[in-house]
């Protein structure tokens, strides 16, 4: 089966700019995530969805960031405006429900803001 | 609030070495706990996932223990190699639906 597809790959801002990500998950698997991995951390979760409502986005900073996911497959992450802070790699993930079929996460967009 | 640590941070070895790495996690209440390997530039793979009513799981070279009540878990990698030098994350998994990481554990199997 096909990945989780990201893209860009890699993105290269100034400071107060704007970006946007796209993800395609696994066909069929209800569940995305965004996840923002800063150097040398952990990946956090930043926005769930199950189709194409919100789960969970506790840790999203609603101020600047902010994701949909239109009919339930793809997704975008946009970032309005960047701070240097925001420099990361950002992951996709999805699931076909929940954990207990695992997770299968994208490559990636290495995002630098300068 | 649940919080992952992993140790060592990086660990340097000689090939065909067994080697261990520590993650432990403060809530023992979760669902799963997942290992993750992560290749620079690389997103994750999912290398083991243990349910909470299970003690181990292997695949090939690699073993993986859970122990809720120590709140602990261990990923044993037998027979080393220079193609398993990667970041190695844990991640346990409260509701079966949100994964909190560690660190990461950075492994240099040297050849």
């Known amino acids: 089966e096909a990945g989780v597809a990201q893209s860009p790959r890699y993105k290269i801002i100034e400071k107060r700019q704007s970006v946007a990500f796209w993800c395609n998950p696994i066909s069929g698997h209800a569940t995305l995530y965004w996840y923002q991995q800063i150097l040398g951390q952990g990946p956090k979760l930043l926005i769930q969805f199950q189709n194409n409502g919100v789960v969970d986005d506790s840790q999203l900073p609603k101020d600047r960031f902010s994701a949909e996911r239109l009919k339930g497959v793809d997704s975008t992450l946009k970032i309005q405006p960047a701070k240097l802070e925001d420099s990361a790699v950002y992951l996709c993930?999805?699931?076909?429900?929940?954990?207990?079929?695992?997770?299968?996460f994208g490559s990636g967009t290495r995002l630098t803001v300068v | 609030k649940q919080e992952v640590t992993q140790i060592p941070a990086a660990l340097s070895v000689p090939e065909g070495e067994n080697l261990v790495l520590n993650c432990s996690f403060t809530?023992?209440?979760?669902?799963?706990l997942q290992w993750f390997r992560q290749d620079p530039g690389k997103g994750l793979t999912s290398l083991l996932l243990i349910q909470s009513s299970q003690r181990e799981q292997t695949s090939g070279r690699l073993n993986a223990s859970l122990d809720k009540s120590s709140g602990r878990s261990t990923l044993y990698i037998a027979a080393s190699q220079p193609g398993d030098s990667a970041t190695y994350l844990c991640?346990?998994?409260?509701?079966?639906?949100?994964?909190?990481f560690g660190a990461g554990t950075i492994l240099r199997v040297k050849s």
């Open positions: 809530d023992s209440a979760i669902y799963n």
């Open positions: 991640a346990a998994d409260k509701y079966g639906n949100k994964l909190v």
């Open positions: 993930a999805s699931s076909l429900r929940t954990a207990t079929y695992g997770y299968t």
